[in-house]
């Protein structure tokens, strides 16, 4: 595959073991570490935000983070999102109700809930899709006027701002990803901020058993710990983070303006610009997606549909909601290479592949 879809950013081995060498010297290898501790304090001061903590993946963030906020019976949440946004709901017995996204922005559209369902619901689960924050404002209007909480799933949002704010420091609770392939990786791992103190707490106990300070169980807890292996990566790469985020940027400005002529492009909010995590463009139809994706394989270059299908066509996950924009861009949307490693000159290559190959779907050849 001359292109893959993504490609983990690996940092100087050396730098990498000279952590792994201390981590042996000291024989301290999980339970809130050294290179855990001193990466959490860079992310809080990188990210400006004080109740940030550091779990095994973005998955368990998400579960995590509903328990922590007590959150039980009905959730609102998105239809385009990857599985784990309504698996991890369902997993803790709670039951997502999908409201449609915004044609535009692919976020959820809190106008499209009703009252009736606004009023049964505990919780509104966002997700910032490819990075594109979500109307906040919006939604904290509706979460506040009906006593709801707000998780965002922010797993694409690392290094996203909004109004100049690290996107991460929305919502009564952020969870992200640090899974390989996204922005900023620890290889497995993922992270929740809380806005409030109390909520932190209660977490850092949830993920260690429930365990209290005697180490005796007082809540049901789980195991959620970052090792201090996968930490040790966290402050390998975190060195490159200015680079990774200066490259995804302009990649993803690159691809703006080779392809922003020809296909739909994701709309940016308007207070914010795109961090680089992905990629997507939208087709006219599933056949000339299928027809360019296909192009595409050939000439090495790998694409993702992603994410398709939408998670409310999905019998296990309950098919509660009303969500035809979804549907329809789930089944329109494609994703193209995009990591670090790319180059300018790469995504012209694609580009020109993609473009060559709607030309000949579109004279009907
Ligand atoms: C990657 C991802 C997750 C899960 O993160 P992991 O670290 O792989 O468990 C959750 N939600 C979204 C939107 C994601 O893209």
């Given at each position: 595959?001359?292109?893959?879809?993504?490609?983990?950013?690996?940092?100087?081995?050396?730098?990498?073991?000279?952590?792994?060498?201390?981590?042996?010297?000291?024989?301290?290898?999980?339970?809130?570490?050294?290179?855990?501790?001193?990466?959490?304090?860079?992310?809080?001061?990188?990210?400006?935000?004080?109740?940030?903590?550091l779990v095994s993946n973005g998955t368990l963030a998400l579960h995590v983070a509903?328990?922590?906020?007590?959150?039980?019976?009905?959730?609102?949440?998105?239809?385009?999102?990857f599985?784990a946004?309504?698996?991890s709901?369902?997993?803790?017995?709670?039951?997502?109700?999908?409201?449609?996204?915004?044609?535009?922005?692919?976020?959820?559209?809190?106008?499209?809930?009703?009252?009736?369902?606004?009023?049964?619901?505990?919780?509104?689960?966002?997700?910032?899709?490819?990075?594109?924050?979500?109307?906040?404002?919006?939604?904290?209007?509706?979460?506040?006027?009906?006593?709801?909480?707000?998780?965002?799933d922010?797993a694409?949002?690392?290094?996203?701002?909004?109004?100049?704010?690290?996107?991460?420091?929305?919502?009564?609770?952020?969870t992200v990803s640090l899974h390989a392939t996204k922005?900023?990786h620890t290889v497995e791992g993922g992270a929740i901020?809380?806005?409030?103190?109390?909520?932190?707490?209660?977490?850092?106990?949830?993920i260690?058993?429930?365990?209290?300070?005697?180490?005796?169980?007082?809540?049901?807890?789980t195991n959620a710990k970052l090792s201090?292996?996968h930490?040790?990566?966290?402050?390998?790469?975190?060195?490159?983070?200015?680079?990774?985020?200066?490259?995804?940027?302009?990649?993803?400005?690159?691809?703006?303006?080779?392809?922003?002529?020809?296909?739909?492009?994701?709309?940016?909010?308007?207070?914010?610009?795109?961090?680089?995590?992905?990629?997507?463009?939208?087709?006219?139809?599933?056949?000339?997606?299928?027809?360019?994706?296909?192009?595409?394989?050939?000439?090495?270059?790998?694409?993702?549909?992603?994410?398709?299908?939408?998670?409310?066509?999905?019998?296990?996950?309950?098919?509660?909601?009303?969500?035809?924009?979804?549907?329809?861009?789930?089944?329109?949307?494609?994703?193209?290479?995009?990591?670090?490693?790319?180059?300018?000159?790469?995504?012209?290559?694609?580009?020109?592949?993609?473009?060559?190959?709607?030309?000949?779907?579109?004279?009907?050849?």
């Open positions: 595959m001359k292109y893959p879809i993504v490609r983990p950013f690996l940092p100087k081995n050396s730098t990498y073991h000279q952590f792994i060498d201390e981590i042996f010297e000291r024989n301290w290898l999980t339970n809130n570490g050294p290179c855990l501790q001193e990466l959490e304090a860079k992310l809080k001061a990188e990210l400006d935000v004080e109740h940030l903590m509903y328990a922590a906020l007590g959150i039980s019976g009905t959730v609102l949440t998105t239809p385009f999102s599985a946004t309504a698996s709901l369902l997993f803790q017995g709670i039951t997502p109700e999908f409201i449609d996204i915004d044609l535009h922005s692919y976020n959820l559209d809190i106008e499209k809930a009703s009252d009736e369902q606004l009023d049964r619901a505990s919780a509104i689960v966002a997700v910032h899709v490819f990075g594109n924050p979500c109307d906040h404002q919006r939604l904290q209007a509706k979460a506040q006027k009906h006593n709801l909480k707000i998780v965002y922010a694409h949002a690392f290094g996203a701002k909004l109004d100049g704010k690290a996107l991460l420091s929305y919502g009564d609770a952020a922005m900023f901020i809380f806005k409030h103190k109390a909520d932190l707490e209660k977490a850092k106990k949830l260690n058993f429930g365990f209290n300070e005697k180490q005796i169980p007082d809540c049901i807890g201090e292996v930490a040790a990566m966290g402050l390998a790469v975190y060195e490159h983070l200015p680079t990774i985020l200066e490259k995804r940027a302009r990649l993803h400005g690159c691809y703006t303006e080779a392809l922003g002529q020809h296909l739909q492009l994701q709309v940016w909010h308007e207070q914010s610009s795109p961090n680089g995590a992905y990629f997507p463009v939208i087709f006219k139809s599933e056949d000339e997606l299928l027809f360019v994706s296909a192009k595409l394989t050939e000439q090495g270059i790998q694409s993702r549909r992603y994410f398709y299908p939408s998670l409310s066509e999905i019998p296990e996950y309950g098919m509660q909601g009303f969500t035809p924009i979804a549907n329809e861009i789930s089944r329109k949307v494609l994703c193209l290479p995009m990591y670090f490693d790319l180059t300018p000159e790469g995504i012209t290559e694609i580009s020109q592949v993609v473009i060559d190959a709607l030309t000949s779907y579109r004279s009907g050849m």
